[in-house]
């Protein structure tokens, strides 16, 4: 079935492009994402709106848009251009070195991080358990987050639906790693086409959209689970359809990657406000008819405006929980920001630049990055279009230090901006090598990629693995293109060969994956992961319904396979239940980081009684409590008192797994 979605998807997909007429390979290859990616965040939408988002129901609602595209044969029937029209010219032979020195780093990249599970901190406490729990459930509910910052139960979460779909293809976290692996050839090919619109040269787009994957803060982010990737693919997708809405429905693919963006993160808002203007450079203007912009609202909302309409309606704020107060604008809400200085804001900013993170670039490439950048603002002012596309990062970082607190300040937010430092330097090398020879610019180009992918990275063996796959790709692919019938042959026969033993090398790693993910785990999370470790192995292949107290990282308790129920057990209510629904003193607020006063509003009054009925309405096998001191938890207290009934299996310095074992005729202790 999972070949099948996979299949239906293409085919959609296929079938609306083919309609589209786009005659430009790059423009395709756009527009494929993007339509790949909207169909799967519609569909899952409306399934998760009819709490049926499973396996069934998605073959079923893709067969069914299967066959009304099929049966509708639009009245203008078009050939298919995506690759016939490039395979009739004469291959370009810049093109085809580029792009094996960037498939070699990525081939190098997947096949080094294919045997790790998710490790980051945010794609184990919410991305992944989100998806998961829809994975299970089918419906796409607001799951509340406890003992950390509530507000990520209200974030826009259209970027955990890619992970929702890699379960249900997959049914395991096997290759969740790898999910924003084509948002980053996304965010290159809207790149390259932003720049040829600018009529930057040919080669120096292609430079600038190979120089941008290949930056260290991107190529990371490619094997990482996050949304940061997926946010920068749909902003420089949703920046090119907006300067080229007079073609035939651009208006509709511009929303739908602009409510991809604003659905991915709330960050998107900011990004899409201040890239509008670039709507008053365009001089042909779009002569649609009405239904097309209706149809673009639809989508626009379908694929990622619905949360902030879903949390308005739930909470009365579509930000909630920010307490908004703007002029005579207020909206409610649970949290207030500390008041800082501009001074202050910016000195933390500078500060997260020089302090980068390891996912990061270098504070010293950030600079020369930078630099670089300044230089091409200068060169482009006499074209004001490119020169406001180009001013953009300064505009968007002043919001971002003025809007947000400083404690919420990391880099990889603002992963665009490297999009535009590198179109800086697709046009600074065209000023630099004008009057040369094209032939020694692509040299210098290429020389330059090769360069700075080693100093970035700055390890041997991945820069000498990457140059080995570029030896045997570039031939392969000169091969493909060759005018000799017999090299042609030789070339896609070698090919085929290449990619089964890459493909059975990728794949043959599953049961190995599974063996070794609790032990890769533990590298990454020590004692914790003793704890995930254990409630993986207590009757391993069940299905357990698994009860949590404290600020674990609860994803890894889901199980290999996702077999297994996690949730926590309020102690004053039968249900979880979101934050807004506890009764609130309008006139009280709270810091996004004073976990314990947000405590005394979802565990207040607690009762023994509720939550044992909670415990045995849930079928609970296992209850994980995280030790906590001075003072423990009172989950910890109420099963040391009912040793009968919480018997306690497990122990370290994190935490204690209890059984919870209860006869359904058992009187309440």
Not at 346 to 356: D, E, G, N, V
Request: hydrophobic share 50%; with cysteine.
């Amino acid at each position: 079935m999972s070949i099948l979605i996979l299949s239906l998807l293409v085919a959609n997909t296929l079938l609306v492009i083919t309609h589209l007429g786009f005659r430009n390979l790059a423009e395709n290859i756009l527009v494929f994402f993007t339509v790949f990616y909207g169909i799967i965040t519609g569909s899952l939408t409306i399934l998760g709106f009819l709490n049926c988002a499973t396996k069934t129901s998605l073959v079923v609602f893709l067969s069914i848009i299967l066959i009304i595209l099929t049966l509708l044969k639009l009245k203008r029937q078009q050939k298919f251009h995506l690759f016939v029209k490039y395979q009739k010219k004469k291959p370009d032979f810049y093109a085809l070195c580029v792009g094996a020195f960037l498939l070699s780093w990525l081939i190098n990249i997947v096949l080094l991080q294919r045997n790790l599970p998710p490790i980051t901190t945010d794609g184990i406490y919410y991305h992944l358990p989100f998806s998961a729990r829809w994975f299970q459930t089918g419906r796409l509910e607001r799951i509340p987050i406890y003992f950390s910052d509530i507000a990520m139960s209200y974030y826009p979460l259209t970027g955990d639906l890619f992970y929702l779909m890699h379960f249900l293809i997959f049914a395991s976290d096997i290759f969740v790693n790898l999910v924003q692996l084509p948002f980053a050839l996304y965010a290159g090919c809207a790149i390259y086409l932003i720049l040829r619109k600018f009529n930057v040269s040919k080669n120096s787009a292609i430079f600038a959209s190979i120089f941008f994957i290949i930056i260290k803060p991107i190529l990371k982010q490619v094997t990482l689970v996050f949304v940061d990737l997926m946010l920068v693919a749909f902003y420089f997708s949703t920046v090119y359809f907006l300067l080229s809405l007079h073609k035939k429905y651009g208006i509709i693919l511009a929303s739908i990657n602009a409510g991809m963006l604003v659905g991915t993160k709330t960050l998107g808002l900011i990004f899409l406000i201040f890239s509008l203007p670039l709507l008053f450079f365009n001089k042909t203007k779009p002569k649609e008819k009405y239904w097309v912009y209706m149809m673009g609202l639809l989508f626009f909302v379908l694929t990622g405006f619905w949360w902030y309409i879903q949390c308005w309606i739930l909470t009365g704020n579509p930000l909630y929980p920010a307490k908004i107060s703007f002029l005579m604008f207020n909206l409610n809400g649970l949290y207030t920001f500390p008041e800082e200085s501009l001074i202050t804001k910016f000195r933390h900013f500078f500060q997260t630049i020089l302090s980068p993170y390891e996912i990061d670039a270098p504070s010293e490439i950030f600079m020369f990055l930078t630099s670089v950048w300044l230089v091409g603002l200068t060169i482009c002012r006499v074209n004001k279009k490119f020169c406001y596309f180009l001013f953009l990062p300064i505009i968007i970082i002043l919001a971002y230090v003025f809007v947000f607190p400083t404690y919420y300040y990391q880099m990889r937010h603002l992963l665009i901006i490297y999009g535009f430092f590198c179109s800086s330097f697709a046009i600074l090398f065209d000023k630099i090598t004008d009057g040369y020879t094209q032939k020694f610019s692509d040299i210098a180009k290429f020389l330059f990629l090769i360069m700075f992918s080693h100093f970035s990275f700055s390890h041997p063996i991945l820069t000498l693995m990457s140059l080995f796959l570029f030896l045997f790709i570039f031939p392969l692919l000169l091969g493909l293109f060759s005018q000799k019938e017999k090299i042609r042959k030789i070339s896609i026969a070698t090919s085929l060969i290449t990619s089964t033993t890459l493909i059975f090398i990728f794949f043959s790693n599953i049961q190995f994956y599974k063996n070794t993910r609790m032990k890769v785990f533990e590298i990454f999370y020590g004692k914790q992961a003793e704890v995930w470790s254990f409630v993986d192995s207590y009757k391993p292949g069940q299905k357990k319904a698994i009860a949590y107290v404290g600020d674990f990282f609860i994803f890894p308790f889901y199980g290999k396979d996702l077999e297994n129920f996690v949730y926590y057990q309020p102690v004053n209510r039968l249900e979880e239940t979101l934050i807004h629904e506890y009764l609130i003193d309008k006139s009280e607020f709270f810091s996004p980081y004073d976990f314990k006063k947000l405590e005394s509003l979802y565990r207040s009054s607690p009762d023994f009684k509720i939550w044992f009925e909670g415990l045995v309405k849930h079928r609970v096998q296992l209850l994980v409590i995280k030790k906590r001191s001075p003072e423990p938890f009172i989950e910890e207290t109420w099963a040391n008192l009912h040793p009968s009934i919480f018997c306690i299996i497990f122990e370290n310095e994190i935490g204690k797994v209890y059984k919870f074992h209860h006869h359904q005729n058992q009187e309440l202790p």
